[in-house]
């Protein structure tokens, strides 16, 4: 059982429709990051959110970090196809046994086609 | 600009057989990390360290050991190689404990143990 839950697993859609990826816990976290990950590589950071309730965007990329710290969304308007790419949230754990311990969600593959 | 570099890119094990991973880091990162990357499974932690001599096990650390005697480096060590552990492994490095800091991903080690 992953410390993260990510949905859906899978995602497909047409170029200019909208997406949300979800991403939820049990634990708290001290902060959460979005990851995208293209084939053959690592994955790359998009954003990290600290604060309960904090929204961020990145041009159409829009991030949320839930009230209680322990879940995030991440929505994407009118997707293109450079977004395809497997989604990846991280939560960071500060506690007295985990500290610094970065755990990663299984992820989302999303697939935008023309 | 070589950030996170992992060595090697590639490998073939048989069953049985020991080898080291590689993780080099040229930013002065004081956390590392070992991932393991599945389908469907998302990357999964298997040890990590929070400064050069220390090293803490994550979620998935049994067969593997780890070693951090230099602050740039991290070695992820299989003693004796099960095909359980074909898998793509991922190097990370941060900054600092700090709750916004990213982390660095290195290109994958593909292992394959047959």
């Known amino acids: 059982t992953q410390l993260l839950e990510q949905s859906p697993q899978f995602l497909s859609i047409q170029e200019g429709e909208n997406l949300t990826v979800y991403c939820n816990s049990s634990?708290?976290?001290?902060?959460l990051q979005w990851y995208r990950q293209e084939p053959g590589e690592g994955p790359v950071l998009l954003v990290t959110v600290v604060t309960g309730g904090e929204v961020k965007k990145l041009k159409r990329l829009t991030f949320q970090f839930g009230d209680a710290r322990k879940d995030s969304s991440l929505h994407i308007t009118a997707a293109q196809p450079g977004d395809t790419g497997l989604y990846l949230c991280?939560?960071?754990?500060?506690?007295?046994?985990?500290?610094?311990?970065?755990?990663f969600g299984a992820g989302t593959q999303v697939v935008v086609t023309p | 600009n070589a950030g996170v570099t992992q060595t090697p890119k590639f490998r073939v094990l048989k069953t049985g057989q020991s080898m080291t991973l590689l993780c080099a880091q040229d930013m002065n990162h004081e956390y590392m990390y070992w991932y393991r990357q599945d389908p469907g499974m998302g990357l999964r932690l298997i040890h990590y360290?929070?400064?050069?001599?220390?090293?803490a096990k994550g979620e998935v650390p049994d067969g593997y050991n780890v070693s951090r005697l230099k602050k740039q480096n991290f070695l992820l060590g299989l003693e004796s190689a099960a095909p359980s552990q074909t898998s793509v492994y991922f190097c990370?490095?941060?900054?600092?404990?700090?709750?916004?800091?990213?982390?660095?991903f290195g290109q994958g080690t593909r292992l394959t143990v047959v």
């Open positions: 634990s708290v976290f001290s902060s």
């Open positions: 991280a939560g960071l754990l500060m506690t007295t046994d985990s500290w610094g311990k970065l755990q």
């Open positions: 990370a490095s941060s900054y600092s404990p700090g709750l916004a800091t990213e982390a660095f």
């Open positions: 360290s929070v400064g050069e001599g220390t090293t």
